[in-house]
């Protein structure tokens, strides 16, 4: 089962992919300060300092080779940081 995109709605869905990916890794480093200082919470390391940056490359590799599945997961990555730390809260 596949989807079919017009070149323009490819491009633009491969840029915003790129863009979302990017822009979250100074984001999450502001929290990852933000959680070690201020509550000494280390477990954010893994999650805010890893995860962005390879969510970032792949959002860059996707979108220069076209491939919109990599830039999904990207996409995927660039979130899950989000629900890594609220799972370890709420524990």
């Given at each position: 089962?596949?989807?079919?995109?017009?070149?323009?709605?490819l491009?633009?869905?491969?840029s915003?992919?790129r863009?979302?990916?990017?822009?979250t890794?100074?984001?999450?480093?502001?929290l990852?300060?933000?959680?070690?200082?201020?509550?000494?919470?280390?477990?954010?390391?893994?999650?805010?300092?890893?995860?962005?940056?390879?969510a970032a490359?792949?959002g860059?590799i996707?979108k220069?080779?076209?491939?919109?599945?990599?830039?999904?997961?990207?996409?995927v990555l660039?979130?899950?940081?989000?629900?890594?730390?609220?799972?370890?809260?709420?524990?």
């Amino acid at each position: 089962m596949g989807f079919s995109f017009s070149d323009e709605q490819l491009e633009m869905y491969l840029s915003r992919a790129r863009l979302l990916s990017a822009f979250t890794v100074p984001a999450y480093l502001a929290l990852l300060f933000f959680f070690a200082n201020e509550e000494g919470w280390r477990w954010s390391l893994l999650a805010l300092l890893v995860l962005p940056p390879v969510a970032a490359v792949l959002g860059h590799i996707g979108k220069r080779d076209i491939r919109p599945g990599l830039a999904t997961g990207a996409i995927v990555l660039s979130i899950a940081p989000l629900l890594v730390v609220g799972a370890i809260e709420s524990l």
